[in-house]
């Protein structure tokens, strides 16, 4: 069975200093996606960047961007020039292509950005 | 569009009470899927869809039972409701289960039991 696994359950950065977030995962598949997902105080889940697998290319988006491992089976979310508004709680993902369509979610990290 | 609503935004139950959570999405989403999120273990599914007439269980179906007459709605239903079952659950819609397509998620019920 995969499982995500983030170690951190609470950090914390100054305003506009760079942060990262851990995140490891289990799997036997060799083609997936890996995504990160912010949730704010306002419980909305929203979508931060995502990586498929088969790409080498670590993937980017603005501030944000990943160190995708797959030898290691790491996906850590570096968060650049952060931002007040990036205080969240941070949760990894997992869903294996062709199988059965379940994303996989790891516990959370709940990150401060401090003024 | 509306996106995805969930309707209560929050419930109190009884033990042995049954409710129906509703989840509606208007972007003609085939892939619909619920989860719960409790402290300290994140989201973790309990039923999907990847279309109408077709259901499937996630992580922790137990308790919970799901149908998908249309494409729209995904209702979620408690069947004799347990304090284990106190959670925030969160409906969640994409246009086909596989990725790129970006996942939305609706802004969550808040239900406890008691």
């Known amino acids: 069975a995969q499982t995500v696994t983030q170690s951190q359950p609470e950090m914390s950065v100054q305003e506009a200093e760079t942060v990262t977030l851990s995140c490891t995962y289990d799997t036997s598949e060799n083609n997936y996606y890996l995504f990160w997902y912010k949730q704010p105080p306002s419980r909305q889940m929203i979508l931060v960047i995502r990586?498929?697998?088969?790409?080498?290319q670590n993937a980017t988006e603005n501030r944000f961007s990943v160190n995708f491992q797959k030898a290691a089976k790491s996906f850590s979310l570096k968060i650049s020039d952060s931002q007040l508004g990036d205080t969240a709680m941070y949760f990894c993902?997992?869903?294996?292509?062709?199988?059965?369509?379940?994303?996989?979610f790891g516990t959370g990290t709940r990150l401060k950005v401090l003024a | 569009n509306a996106g995805v609503t969930q309707t209560p935004k929050f419930q109190v139950l009884k033990t042995g009470q049954s409710m129906t959570l509703q989840c509606a999405q208007d972007?003609?989403?085939?892939?619909m899927s619920w989860y719960r999120q409790d402290p300290g273990m994140g989201l973790r599914l309990i039923h999907y869809s990847v279309g109408a007439g077709i259901t499937d269980q996630g992580e922790v179906p137990n308790g919970y039972n799901v149908s998908r007459s249309t494409t729209e709605d995904f209702p979620l239903r408690l069947l004799s409701a347990a304090p284990s079952q106190t959670s925030v659950y969160f409906c969640a819609s994409s246009q086909d289960p596989s990725p790129p397509n970006t996942q939305y998620f609706g802004p969550g019920t808040r239900l406890t039991v008691l």
């Open positions: 990586q498929e697998a088969y790409k080498q």
């Open positions: 972007m003609n989403h085939e892939y």
């Open positions: 993902a997992f869903m294996n292509i062709g199988g059965t369509y379940k994303y996989i």
